[in-house]
């Protein structure tokens, strides 16, 4: 899905890591939220307190999920999950570009 239609985005930014990274809520009406957001080339962990379903529209990064120990490399075009309340590392090789979907 290219766009997102009868929506309401959240006019205030989420920005976390000095701005290196940032987003933009959107709201759907059956009460789904995603973010679309853009990360600056850096090394970042993130915390979830819902399963998220992390989708890469541009870009290039290096993750390593919860209870792995091998790095994966994930392209623009990819996606990846991480369980509820853990956390996840990236790798953040160019400027991307990603929606993330929150699940439950």
Known sequence: ??????????????????????????????????????????????????KEIMEILSGNVDILLPGEELWRKIAGGDSFEVPANSAFDIKVLDVTDYCCSYIG
Not at 19 to 48: C, H, Q, W
């Open 1 to 50: 899905m290219s766009k997102f239609e009868h929506v309401s985005v959240v006019k205030a930014a989420n920005v976390y890591f000095d701005g290196k990274v940032t987003s933009r809520t959107v709201e759907f009406a059956n009460g789904d939220v995603k973010t679309l957001g853009i990360m600056m080339p850096g090394e970042y962990r993130f915390g979830t307190a819902k």
